[in-house]
């Protein structure tokens, strides 16, 4: 990431897809649904920002949470890491779409199927500190946005597997019933 | 509002305050925080859009509830009527901005102040369906938006003693302590 100081508190960021960037992508696997562009480099910027020469760009605000309870968020909040930790040369953007049905429902039957059923907070849990993450925001953004959540994550190379791990248990769930598209995008960076 | 045929299904409107417009605004009082500059008129367009000639624009997205569960929503679904009723030629818009504490909050504490302490949706029940409303959100538009919703209303002239009690009500209440700025635009339109 790239912020000015003058541009560090803003919600908005752009993923650009491309040619050149901070971080090199491994690989790019489609999920579900449509394919992206297959992208060499990803780079992070603030929004507003003018976007290098890419091949496919995602933006993504950062908001409040929707369905984490105050004892969940204090966990939470306890346990994880921030983003940009030396160590955490291999990141991840996966950006995701649910379905018309998923948004259709009420908010306590999202979150019953999001935690009491998925256990989407504590499977994230069990991988914290080793797995750092920010949640972006895309559905509200306007009306055609591709994904409605890109999520980035960061990690040691030793806990790729751990990532991946995690990542199996919350495609198993209830809730990725209602994922109609999802990209996995690996990345990693020199080590500094 | 003058969706074309292709834009109908579009959920981000734009509310145009200015010198023209389907709405004659009756009066524009500022009842916390920040004033707007005082427009004649009103019109609703369906974005992208080219705004006309505006004094100010302010823009939000329709999306998922945020709070109301299973039943509410059904007891919703079924008592309350849709926008461009010919008998509904006042109408009401509302933006609201809450403080930065309230979105802190987790989805819990924010539920528990909404519903279970302030009575938002209850006290909502209560004047359906002679008010009409159309909830529309702008904090995840992008960084820098100047409310965080738009509601706007519609209803007949003699419920405008029921509408002005209802926003008392919930004026009153535990969750408009989190309202940092909010402004309260009247207008009417003349009977088709």
């Given at each position: 990431m790239n912020p000015s100081p003058d541009q560090s508190s803003s919600r908005l960021f752009t993923?650009?897809?491309?040619?050149?960037?901070?971080?090199?992508?491994?690989?790019?696997?489609?999920?579900?649904?449509?394919?992206?562009?297959?992208?060499?480099?990803?780079?992070i910027v603030v929004h507003p920002a003018t976007p290098p020469?890419?091949?496919?760009?995602?933006?993504?605000?950062?908001?409040?949470?929707?369905?984490?309870?105050?004892?969940?968020?204090?966990?939470l909040k306890a346990t994880q890491e921030g983003l940009d930790r030396?160590?955490?040369v291999h990141g991840a953007l996966i950006p995701i779409k649910k379905n018309r049905?998923?948004?259709?429902?009420?908010?306590d039957e999202r979150r019953k199927i999001f935690e009491e059923q998925s256990h989407h907070i504590q499977i994230g849990?069990?991988?914290?500190?080793?797995?750092?993450?920010?949640?972006h925001h895309c559905r509200d953004l306007g009306p055609d946005e591709p994904f409605d959540f890109l999520t980035w994550f960061e990690f040691a190379p030793e806990h790729e597997g751990a990532f991946n791990a995690m990542l199996a248990r919350l495609r198993a769930s209830v809730e990725w019933r209602y994922v109609s598209r999802e990209i996995d995008i690996r990345v990693s960076r020199p080590t500094v």
């Open positions: 993923f650009c897809g491309g040619h050149q960037g901070r971080w090199r992508v491994q690989h790019q696997h489609v999920v579900a649904g449509e394919p992206l562009p297959v992208a060499s480099f990803l780079d020469d890419s091949v496919w760009t995602l933006r993504g605000i950062t908001s409040n949470e929707r369905y984490s309870t105050h004892d969940e968020k204090a966990v030396p160590v955490a049905d998923w948004w259709l429902l009420s908010q849990l069990d991988y914290l500190p080793a797995i750092a993450r920010r949640l």
